[in-house]
């Protein structure tokens, strides 16, 4: 537990930027869905778009790191898939019925 503090320390600091503007776009995020709440297709869009930006930051995160591998890639495309269908399947149900 002691290495994985001292791993996310050493990586918000190495990492300020990219991290500081995930978090803006997640609590962006939440506030648009806030905002539009019952706004059913409206709501998938804005869950799209962050889904998109998750994966575009990801990437771009690991090519300023110098660590981007296909392998990378398709991990921050299947994580990001996984979480739309879940909260597709858990929030929005009653999308297109």
Not at 29 to 52: D, H, K, T
Not at 60 to 79: A, G, R, W
Request: charged share 15%.
């Amino acid at each position: 537990m002691k290495y994985l503090t001292k791993f996310v320390h050493k990586e918000l600091k190495k990492h300020t930027f990219d991290y500081l503007l995930f978090a803006t776009a997640g609590i962006f995020f939440i506030v648009s869905l806030n905002l539009f709440r019952g706004e059913r297709l409206l709501e998938f869009v804005i869950l799209l778009s962050f889904i998109s930006f998750y994966i575009i930051w990801g990437i771009y995160h690991h090519i300023i790191d110098n660590s981007l591998h296909f392998k990378v890639v398709l991990e921050y495309v299947l994580i990001g898939f996984t979480i739309l269908f879940l909260v597709k399947i858990l929030i929005l149900p009653e999308l297109f019925l």
